[in-house]
């Protein structure tokens, strides 16, 4: 292998630059027993283990006019050969994770929790598909370019806040968050593959996400006796990242506030009853298995899966009352009639839409749903609120 190589690098630079013609020249001197095209992959392998990968691909985006260090990697494609070359200036923003948590415990203790069970009636606040990072304008040349950031957010989240205190009918209160509540990784959705348009690095991201989720607590501790906060995990979005965040979120109202359970969901379908009521929680989509998921309108696929996890679940069966919760879909509908065995509530999304849905479908509303909930019997108010 090594003369292979010595020749191959001879011939590279007597100007023989053609991979297959230096296969062939190979098989010919060498007496080898092999075909061409397997010489020449194994010409171009050899070849570009000295391409000088630095220069190349800083060339490359200098030509396209963005930032060497946002590349991971990048292929040379010729008629002859197709070169796959790692970027040794990309640089994965690593988050100092203990730093930012510590400026969201400021001095705090674990602390012993106090359960108060509902009586009558809870109250429940269901958001879901934030998107933090998110970049929804593109310069301000998306077709309805609009911020998406650390200020819009937690100014949504103080209009939330007022709302569900002037709308408070109970001492407990449920909060549902439905999942996608980060945009991606690198640019990334969970998946791969799926490049999205971002205006946070991951670290900001996280900073962002894991503060405004304290600060809804901090401002709706002193009015609920207890609150139930149930985060979805398990999305095509956010994935590990967003249980990354919810986790540390998790660790911070633990030690800040005694009267707040925090629960990761990190299955595709959850549950939790209460009194009569009892109600699934998903995204709509997960991170590996469901291309499409659960479709706005319940079709009998969907109506089968639900069906089965009820069936499947005996405390489920003992309800009178099912409601089946998702996001993903970034619509307002309420479904009550396609099936007699639960209701069906898509959730809006909290964040505005992004270019893509802009231009694909429409410009779309942002806000989120708050209910008041008779726990015996079927009366439910439900109240949306948008943007």
Request: glycine share 6%; charged share 25%; hydrophobic share 35%.
């Amino acid at each position: 292998m090594a003369l292979y190589t010595e020749r191959i690098h001879e011939l590279y630079a007597s100007g023989v630059t053609n991979k297959a013609e230096i296969g062939r020249i190979l098989i010919k001197e060498f007496n080898l027993d092999t075909n061409e095209n397997t010489m020449r992959v194994m010409v171009s392998r050899t070849l570009s283990k000295n391409v000088d990968c630095d220069e190349g691909v800083k060339d490359a985006c200098e030509n396209l006019g963005i930032s060497p260090s946002s590349v991971p990697y990048m292929w040379l494609k010729s008629k002859e050969a197709s070169l796959f070359i790692k970027n040794p200036n990309y640089k994965v923003s690593e988050i100092d994770y203990d730093k930012i948590i510590a400026d969201c415990m400021d001095g705090y203790v674990p602390l012993v929790k106090q359960y108060v069970q509902p009586v009558n009636s809870f109250d429940r606040l269901i958001w879901t598909d934030v998107h933090v990072g998110m970049d929804a304008s593109r310069k301000g040349l998306a077709l309805y370019a609009t911020d998406w950031n650390a200020e819009v957010l937690n100014k949504q989240i103080d209009e939330m806040v007022s709302f569900v205190v002037g709308n408070k009918k109970s001492d407990y209160l449920i909060i549902d968050e439905l999942g996608d509540y980060m945009d991606g990784w690198d640019g990334e959705t969970t998946r791969k593959g799926h490049k999205l348009p971002q205006n946070m690095t991951n670290e900001e991201a996280f900073e962002v996400g894991l503060k405004a989720k304290v600060l809804l607590i901090d401002k709706l501790a002193n009015v609920y006796k207890h609150i139930t906060c149930n985060n979805m995990c398990e999305d095509n979005h956010s994935g590990a990242f967003g249980y990354v965040v919810n986790a540390a979120f998790k660790h911070i109202i633990d030690c800040k506030h005694s009267n707040v359970t925090i629960i990761n969901h990190q299955r595709f379908l959850n549950h939790y009853i209460i009194g009569d009521h009892g109600f699934i929680i998903s995204h709509g989509k997960d991170s590996r298995n469901l291309k499409f998921g659960f479709k706005p309108q319940l079709d009998p696929r969907g109506a089968e899966k639900i069906s089965q996890y009820i069936r499947h679940n005996e405390e489920l069966r003992r309800c009178k009352f099912i409601e089946f919760s998702k996001g993903d879909s970034h619509q307002c509908l309420f479904d009550m009639c396609t099936s007699d065995e639960f209701d069906y509530f898509n959730y809006p999304a909290f964040s505005p839409s992004s270019e893509w849905v802009q231009t694909n479908f429409k410009k779309g509303r942002s806000g989120f749903v708050f209910q008041n909930v008779d726990m015996h019997s079927d009366r439910k108010i439900i109240t949306p609120y948008f943007f």
